[in-house]
């Protein structure tokens, strides 16, 4: 039997498992949900107390018009702190690609809450990063805003757009057209200012420095960021363990199977009891 948790910025936890197992926490990427983590929660409901959030304006999480990473870093605090108070060993906290990077945040402002940190293909930016370099980004938004604002939810371009990024983030095809009604479902289209952000760079969350404070047993499945590995190899030696398992961006849900193992593994030999 599941809960669902409420959190007071909107988001939600939805709760698995035993009351009294070890916490895991799970954070979605951009555009994901609580099905982003379906097989690794049955995987894990069994013998863990299993915690799934989703962002604000995600699945049954309160609708919003638009979002920023500083939101969504919002979120994933109130998360974290909810578990905290529930299960209070030391968490061990998973993210894929956005969640990642919002996972690296929690665990370098919170070292010693956290038991283990796994995280796959993670997003990693210091210094507010973006595609585009500082003295083009304000002509970069100007001219993108009419275009993201067009995008409607529903609407073909949009549909097109999310569905190509979509199917590009799987190497079976098949594991793609299983999940893409259900991602369908959940936010045709990340919201305006996320795009933006990609462009401009973010406004109000950074991870300077975050990742010098990590003191958690570390697993990177398909890095595809150099820098992170290297500095957290220096930091935790043989805790930081580096393994690629061949597969897509949605490694979770391409690779169930070998993602879970590889998990489960991982939290035997090196989380926090």
């Known amino acids: 039997m599941s809960e669902l948790l409420r959190l007071p910025g909107g988001a939600v936890l939805h709760v698995h498992g035993p009351a009294a197992a070890p916490p895991i926490l799970f954070l979605h990427g951009v555009g994901g949900g609580a099905w982003s983590w379906a097989p690794q929660v049955a995987e894990f409901a069994s013998d863990r107390r299993v915690y799934v959030w989703e962002a604000r304006g995600h699945g049954d999480a309160a609708r919003v018009d638009d979002a920023g990473l500083a939101d969504y870093a919002v979120d994933a605090q109130e998360a974290f702190d909810a578990v905290r108070v529930a299960s209070p060993a030391p968490v061990a906290l998973t993210g894929h690609s956005m969640g990642g990077l919002l996972a690296l945040a929690l665990a370098g402002r919170q070292p010693s809450a956290v038991g283990a940190l796994a995280l796959i293909d993670p997003v990693y930016a210091e210094a507010n990063e973006a595609h585009v370099p500082p003295p083009l980004r304000p002509l970069a938004r100007a001219l993108a ?70 003191i958690a047993p570390t697993l990177v499945l398909n890095g595809r960021f150099s820098a992170l590995a290297t500095r957290l190899h220096e930091r935790l030696g043989p805790r930081f363990i580096e393994d690629r398992i061949p597969g897509g961006h949605y490694l979770q849900l391409d690779r169930p199977a070998a993602v879970s193992e590889r998990l489960r593994r991982f939290l035997a030999e090196h989380a926090a009891p």
């Open 145 to 214: 805003a009419p275009l993201v604002g067009s995008l409607e939810r529903g609407g073909p371009v949009a549909t097109w757009i999310s569905r190509s990024i979509f199917f590009r983030s799987f190497a079976d095809r098949a594991e793609a057209e299983r999940w893409w009604p259900v991602q369908r479902a959940q936010v045709p289209l990340e919201y305006p200012r996320m795009v933006l952000e990609g462009i401009g760079g973010v406004e109000g969350f950074t991870l300077d420095g975050l990742a010098d404070r990590i």
